[in-house]
């Protein structure tokens, strides 16, 4: 493909794309195709001659297509100008997944300078313009002023591919840490009471069968997968519903002092702004209270989803605690406008990740890194290269504005609130809330005939006060999940409840028109109604309220006809 040839399957290209989102609403937003499905599809084998782009473009709509599940945008206009692109609105599943016009040029520009980018020597640009668009983005958030690149403590930001990278990366560091400044004896011998760097070595060996990386039980998946990547091991805290399902203070001293009772070196904890299943909100506060008592304990904050709401004023308190802990990290593929991948990771003080992760063979060593005057973000990460992912972050800051995030953010929290309504108010005696509605997530569950209504539910209820009273929650309509084992009458009557919800959730995706998750919170099954999407508005919120309130009825009348089990 030469240059003109280029030009024109370019263009082409784009006109796909841009017709791709126009027809979103008209696509099956999940793929209906069976596991090897592509495979009687193509060739057995590469071509041996290359093929006219036109050929393999056709194949686009023809192959792959059918074997996508739309997350993505169809197109938005703002003033005279079209902006970006929106997320089918009936997709309501998992987290949003952005993608906008300007990260897609960026990712464009991205791939025609091809720079790998692991040293500053290899494309000083990249290297540059990602330390000023993270610390950007370290004011917007409202995050300590040690978390930027400019701090006397010698903060900054580096973009990851994923939240789960992100938390192996720190894990690596927190682990090294902590084997560097334990103060545990080493074992000597009577001709050598100088500890030789082989006994050293053997210490820390022994020390790390000890380690444990920790996590609440809403924790994302990734923490205990980081800490079986890292050979250590992982204990996960219990919550409770009467705490919104929110790790406490008072929770995580018990579980340290349990730990080192019985012998364990707990070194490490994520806590959570926004956890999966319900976007709970830890206490911070409370937690970095503990961490005074555990300087060695390295916090780190994991906000893939719920981190941009950190652009409104309302919401900037809870950084207030981040001074004390470790790192912090957001991805700006999930809510803020940016296609994967872009997940920013923030560090208050670079250098325990740098030293742990920094290793320099002759073949990498240059005068600029020697000098100490550039930043090599190869020290920042697993990998070697990177991309230069921060070109699209730059594009969607300019091209957007503080001021368009902070609408874009604040419209979303806005759509979820009024869907949660919608379950409270017309879904009243149907639905049940199982945590309290928060950023533009909404879980609930079926309410079987028969069971205790939340008017009469009370055991257990408290009213909780969360994060200096900027998540003060009323827990009034929401249900109280029991969080001990002890059976009661009502027991039967849940698990029926969590087979309909489930029932439900499924039918519901089977049909295909709109696209949930459920999850498993204590004992109670539930569906997820993720509402953040740009252009959806009422209609598409009581569109999938009318579908979950036909799909339950009928569910229900088929299960009026079975037995109650349990």
């Known amino acids: 493909m030469d240059a003109e040839e280029f030009r024109r399957a370019a263009h082409s290209a784009v006109d796909e794309i841009v017709d791709y989102f126009t027809t979103l609403d008209s696509r099956r937003v999940l793929a209906n195709v069976s596991p090897g499905y592509l495979r009687p599809l193509l060739p057995s084998a590469a ?5 006219k782009w036109e050929d393999i473009q056709k194949d686009i709509e023809t192959k792959i297509m059918p074997g996508l599940t739309h997350w993505y945008f169809r197109f938005l206009s703002r003033s005279k100008e079209t902006l970006a692109i929106e997320q089918s609105p009936n997709f309501m599943a998992f987290f949003p997944a952005n993608v906008t016009y300007p990260s897609i040029l960026g990712e464009m520009y991205s791939a025609a300078f091809t720079a790998p980018a692991f040293n500053w020597l290899c494309s000083p640009a990249c290297t540059e313009l990602e ?38 990366t720190v894990m690596i560091a927190a682990r090294e840490r902590f084997i ?68 406490t203070g008072q929770g995580l001293k018990e579980a340290l002092l349990d730990l080192t009772r019985n012998g364990w070196e707990p070194f490490y904890l994520t806590v959570t702004l926004g956890t999966t299943s ?10 970095a209270e503990v961490k005074k008592q555990y300087p060695n304990l390295w916090i ?86 990177r991309r230069f992912r ?27 609130d009024l869907f949660a309504d919608l379950v409270k108010k017309e879904g009243k005696g149907l639905f049940e809330l199982v945590a309290k509605p928060r950023f533009a997530l909404t879980v609930l569950r079926v309410k079987v005939p028969g069971e205790v209504s939340n008017e009469t539910r009370d055991e257990g209820r ?57 999850t498993l919170i204590k004992d109670v099954y539930a569906i997820r109604v993720v509402g953040a999407n740009e252009q959806t508005d009422e209609a598409h919120l009581r569109k999938a309220f009318d579908i979950l309130v036909k799909t339950t009825k009928n569910v229900l009348e088929r299960w009026g006809k079975r037995p109650v089990t349990g």
């Open 180 to 247: 560097k400044e334990y103060r545990g004896p080493v074992e000597t011998s009577k001709n050598s009471p100088t500890p030789t760097d082989e006994q050293k070595e053997e210490k820390a060996w022994r020390l790390r069968t000890r380690l444990v990386a920790l996590g609440s039980e809403m924790s994302h998946s990734s923490t205990e997968k980081a800490a079986k990547i890292t050979g250590v091991n992982y204990r996960s805290i219990p919550v409770t519903a009467a705490d919104q399902f929110s790790l």
């Open 462 to 518: 408290t009213e909780t006060k969360m994060n200096e009273g900027v998540m003060s929650d009323n827990l009034h309509d929401v249900l109280i999940v029991k969080d001990d084992d002890k059976k009661s009458s009502d027991d039967g009557l849940l698990s029926q409840g969590n087979a309909v919800t489930k029932e439900v959730y499924e039918t519901i995706n089977a049909a295909g028109e709109i696209f949930l998750t459920g």
């Open 131 to 168: 330390t000023i668009v993270l610390d950007w983005l370290c004011s917007l958030l409202h995050l300590p002023a040690s978390y930027l690149s400019t701090s006397a403590s010698g903060g900054g930001g580096v973009i990851q591919g994923s939240a789960s990278e992100a938390i192996v």
């Open 47 to 51: 071509p041996e001659e290359g093929e």
């Open 390 to 416: 921060a070109l699209k972050i730059w594009f969607v800051l300019r091209s957007y504005g503080v001021n368009g995030l902070k609408r874009h953010v604040t419209r979303h929290i806005e759509l979820g």
């Open 278 to 287: 319900t976007c709970a909100v830890d206490q911070f506060k409370e937690i």
């Open 300 to 385: 780190h904050v994991d906000a893939a989803y719920a981190g941009p709401v950190l652009l409104l004023d309302k919401y900037r308190v809870l950084t207030e605690s981040f001074e004390a802990f470790d790192s912090f990290d957001f991805n700006m593929h999930k809510w803020l406008l940016t296609n994967f991948d872009a997940s920013c990771l923030f560090l208050p003080r670079r250098e325990p990740v740098v030293s742990a992760l920094s290793i320099t063979p002759s073949y990498l060593q240059n005068n600029y890194s020697s000098s100490g005057l550039v930043t090599d973000y190869r020290d920042w990460q697993i990998p070697l290269g």
